[in-house]
T-cell receptor
Framework: NAGVTQTPKFQVLKTGQSMTLQCAQD?????MYWYRQDPGMGLRLIYY???????DKGEVPNGYNVSRLNKREFSLRLESAAPSQTSVYFC?????????????FGPGTRLTVL | AQKITQTQPGMFVQEKEAVTLDCTYD???????LFWYKQPSSGEMIFLIY??????QNATEGRYSLNFQKARKSANLVISASQLGDSAMYFC????????????FGAGTRLFVKA
């Protein structure tokens, strides 16, 4: 039972390049999320998927796109990377069947855009 | 709009002592949930404790307890009998309940446990 996995763990991009961050969960959770964490700040929600087939914007969606490929997988795409997107990216999942609905996080992807 | 404020950027505590990490929040939602997460230096986010706004009792999970004061809009985390492994960043978070997909996080408090 791996929980939430993310690939890659580290990535360096040049301004204007594109890339996709992959996330998968094996806990049969309905909902999945993408966050970014910048120094001195908490996590900020980029996009979320309440259930398979739906996606919605979070607090900071500009410059990103997402795909909920199936119930297990939720990817985040940067079409044209900018230095302001240098950050640590976390994927998370949760089950709304549970009262608490706490989120389970992946290990993160450290992205640097030069 | 919802807001979480953690006013303590860093805290020190002696091993085996108790420590309180502050969290205040603001929301117009009548029903909401409050969470605390721990982020060790290794970087992963670990769920610690949850408090629902309509829960009658303060939440407890082992050495963690949540001092929930609804009228003051505070949800402080109390860690009893601190251990060296408690040294980490701690984040307070909240979302609307039910159906709270948009969770907001505070800026965090870094806790240092001294031997």
């Amino acid at each position: 039972n791996a929980g939430v996995t993310q690939t890659p763990k580290f990535q360096v991009l040049k301004t204007g390049q594109s890339m996709t961050l992959q996330c998968a969960q094996d806990m049969n959770h309905n909902s999945m999320y993408w966050y970014r964490q910048d120094p001195g700040m908490g996590l900020r929600l980029i996009y979320y998927s309440a259930s398979e087939g739906t996606t919605d914007k979070g607090e900071v969606p500009n410059g990103y796109n997402v795909s909920r490929l199936n119930k297990r997988e939720f990817s985040l795409r940067l079409e044209s990377a900018a230095p302001s997107q240098t950050s640590v990216y976390f994927c998370a999942s949760s089950s709304l069947d549970q009262i608490r609905g706490e989120q389970f996080f992946g290990p993160g992807t450290r992205l640097t855009v030069l | 709009a919802q807001k979480i404020t953690q006013t303590q950027p860093g805290m020190f505590v002696q091993e085996k002592e108790a420590v309180t990490l502050d969290c205040t929040y603001d929301t117009s939602d009548p029903s909401y949930g409050l969470f605390w997460y721990k982020q060790p230096s290794s970087g992963e986010m670990i769920f610690l404790i949850y408090q629902g706004s309509y829960d009658q009792q303060n939440a407890t999970e082992g050495r963690y307890s949540l001092n929930f004061q609804k009228a003051r809009k505070s949800a402080n985390l109390v860690i009893s009998a601190s251990q060296l492994g408690d040294s980490a960043m701690y984040f307070c978070a909240m979302n609307r309940r039910p159906g709270g997909f948009k969770t907001i996080f505070g800026a965090g408090t870094r806790l240092f446990v001294k031997a």
